[in-house]
């Protein structure tokens, strides 16, 4: 009881909690990376390096089945490692038919250095670069939360093939400041939830770079989602003024993170997207 009366008294005074650019990442160390191996139904795994910065390398996996042509990049969100994303990673390759390349983000699992929001973004085009060159083809690129972002700002400053962008946002400080839901009833009329100055300075946001993107894009959003409210994706949608194709798909039921990519109804949706591509 005194604990509760002093969470009120507390309340009542207002204030205002800050979310800085290290509160968005989750980032821990993978040691040990097996050989180029075979996988589940038979996909091949080749390890790859890049050179991002002076003593900065990023590693990655390249996997494929024997038929498969195209290319596909995948960014994953805060929490993913590779370490613990072959079983996932695999069955997207079988699911999709498709060459696909991922690399641990900077500070994460295999590679090198420390995250940012900047560093990574940057880190992304040198990544794009990379596949497009080493597969002689230019890939579709699919980014799932942090990920989606950084997808965004890779179809502005280059042309991929075409993006897939899965549980997206707009802004990010919008999306940071509708977190003051989560806060419990008897607070929320008295403390807020803020980027700091750092975050609020950061441009370009993802709405800022849809205009520039003109490749097809494919948006998939679950209604539940409680991290990245709905509308924020539809605003970026919205905002996608010079795509030659665009599609959006609310999956109802779904929230942050329960998107099936392999067996649910949205991995149909993906597949479709794709032979939309190939046409």
């Not at 075979?38 to 590693?59: C, D, F, Q, S």
């Not at 973004?121 to 230019?138: N, P, Q």
């Not at 093939?161 to 997206?168: E, K, W």
Request: charged letters at 20%; glycine letters at 6%; aromatic letters at 10%.
């Amino acid at each position: 009881m005194l604990k509760f009366c002093f969470c009120i008294i507390l309340s009542l005074c207002g204030c205002t909690s800050y979310v800085s650019e290290q509160n968005l990442f989750n980032p821990s160390r993978a040691t040990i990376r097996t050989s180029d191996s075979i996988g589940i139904g038979l996909t091949r795994k080749v390890n790859l390096e890049l050179e991002v910065a002076p003593n900065i390398v990023l590693r990655g996996y390249k996997i494929f089945q024997p038929n498969a042509k195209l290319s596909l990049l995948y960014f994953g969100g805060n929490g993913s490692k590779l370490v613990q994303s072959r079983t996932f990673l695999d069955s997207l390759c079988i699911r999709l038919n498709m060459v696909l390349y991922s690399f641990d983000w900077r500070g994460y699992g295999f590679s090198d250095g420390n995250p940012s929001l900047r560093e990574i973004m940057d880190d992304a085009l040198k990544i794009f670069d990379f596949v497009r060159d080493s597969s002689k083809s230019v890939p579709v690129v699919v980014g799932r939360s942090l990920g989606s972002g950084v997808a965004s700002y890779v179809a502005a400053e280059r042309v991929p093939a075409g993006i897939v962008l899965i549980s997206t946002l707009s802004n990010l400080n919008t999306v940071i400041e509708s977190w003051s839901r989560f806060l419990p009833w008897y607070q929320r009329p008295f403390v807020s939830i803020c980027p700091d100055s750092e975050l609020q300075n950061l441009h370009p946001q993802p709405y800022e770079l849809a205009h520039r993107i003109t490749c097809p894009v494919l948006i998939l959003h679950g209604d539940n989602d409680a991290l990245i409210p709905l509308s924020s994706a539809l605003e970026l949608f919205d905002s996608l003024s010079q795509s030659k194709f665009k599609k959006f798909v609310t999956l109802k039921g779904k929230n942050h993170y329960n998107i099936d990519l392999i067996s649910g109804p949205e991995a149909d949706t993906i597949a479709n997207f794709l032979k939309y591509l190939k046409q």
